[in-house]
């Protein structure tokens, strides 16, 4: 009897494990090899250097979302997310174990509610040419991917389709009514959806929106029009002043994202995935909070497929070089410190379902004296609450700088009357070394009495190195998984970088 009450017991405990396991922890990072191409590390807690995909699934992802842009590099963005460049970020995702959910654009670069715009080879094409060229697109990706022994388990058609897809060919007609207004975007969409299938018959096809509450309103019209989907995708990103709101207002709660959520699956009869979601990357602390409740309303809906953090590997510091020319802002809600290292954020994707109540900052970030620059990064020291660490790299003699905790936005500085002493009143001083020596300085913070220290360390070499111009730094070469390699063999294609300039090139 004792036998078979055990053998039923681990039959039920197999079965939990079973389920608990179902529910995907996901990330896109499809900015990786660009980020890799400009020379960014990434690291685990401890400060040890890992492979981009190998440290997601560490911290407990299971799967990898990547975008798909048709034409970037014509665009003017890069040789990133193009067909090569996926291929080449899904085959390092397989070769960690981990799923794989193809994103298409269908556009050169970003498509979301606002802005879906037809790629530049397409833009002369009549709508049905248009068509066969979406078709085209998706069988040409999938087919690569099916040649490398990659099966995506996901396929979205569109990115943030609310207002259609290939503007104008798919755009939805709000001039018109009921099923009418998608007749056209959901020609496209359905030719993307046959033309996945086409290849890989068992991978969920997958329709996304931007936004938790948009499925009730979009929908029912989009399917009565002959609209294809196995699962709905839905982006969700949660603020700091209505994630835990209770109001039927609140757009960015994840209370109501969480009813939204179970009203599409009730509604529509498949599942919803929470296909992108994010938080400010400067409040750690509270972005644990959000992303565990977050994780722990989604969990307990049977047919909630899982969650995707969107590109966790940024910091907000980092910008794309599309960016810069453009003079855009970095991403703000990437989970990652300046120095490469995950920050509370992801917590959740590792299974931690009770968030922390420390006081204290989640680490500290050095910036120089004119505040415009972050010089070092400060851990905390394991086991001593509101103690941090870290090494900063001393370029020039008496080197000033402020420490700086980003989550509550709170400047230190010294104490007039005592430079060991820490200060955030108004007439605080600088901090600085002590000595006109360059190099690597151990550095310590105390915010719990209020001083810090500074020691000139003989060994170290670490230190963050200004990045050189075009014209004065060597050419880099990476291979298309984003590897640098030192022995360009001649024929092959390889993404090359210098300065601010990256292009693919064959030596």
Known sequence: MKRILWIVYMLCIMAFNAKAQSFVRGADISWCTEMESNGVHFYNAKGEQRDIFALMKELGMTAIRLRVW?????????????????LAKAKRAKNEGLDVMIDFHYSDTFADPANQNVP??????????????????????????KEEGVTPKWVQVGNETNSGMVFPFGKIDWAKTGTARFTDYVGLSNAGYDAVKSIFPDSYVIIHLGGADKAQWFFPDFKAAGGKFDMIGLSHYPTASEWNSTSSDAT????????????????????????????????????????????????????????????PETNGVWKPAYYEKSDWNAYGMGAFTADGRPTKALDAFGGKTVAD?????????????????????????????????????????????????????????SDPLDKTKLSSASDQWNLWIDGSKTGVYDITVDLVNMNWTH???????????????????????????????????????YIVKQGAKVEKRIE
């Open 70 to 86: 048709v034409d970037p590099d014509g665009y003017g963005y890069g040789p990133w997310c193009d067909k090569a460049d996926v």
């Open 120 to 145: 530049n080879a397409w833009k002369d094409m009549t709508t049905d040419e248009v068509k066969q060229a979406l078709a085209n697109h998706t069988t040409e990706v999938l087919q690569a991917l």
């Open 252 to 311: 960015y709660s994840n209370i109501n994202a969480a009813k939204y959520v179970q009203q599409a699956i009730s509604q529509f009869g498949v599942p919803v995935m929470i296909c992108e979601t994010g938080f400010d990357v400067s409040k750690p602390n509270l972005g644990q909070k959000v992303m565990i409740d977050l994780f722990n309303r989604m969990k307990a809906i049977s047919q909630c497929a899982g969650i995707f953090y969107w590109e």
């Open 357 to 413: 109540e420390s006081q204290y900052p989640a680490y500290l970030n050095v910036y120089d004296k004119s505040g415009q620059n972050i010089l070092a990064v400060l851990h905390p020291v394991e086991g001593k609450d509101g103690i941090y660490a870290g090494q900063l790299n001393a370029t020039e003699g008496w080197l000033n700088f402020k420490v700086v905790d980003s989550e509550n936005n709170v400047w230190y500085g």
């Open 455 to 493: 020691v000139y360390n003989e060994t170290a070499t670490a230190g963050i190195v200004a990045p050189l111009s075009e014209s004065t730094s060597h050419a880099q070469w990476f291979d298309l998984s984003g590897r640098e390699i030192t022995a360009p063999v001649k024929g092959q294609l």
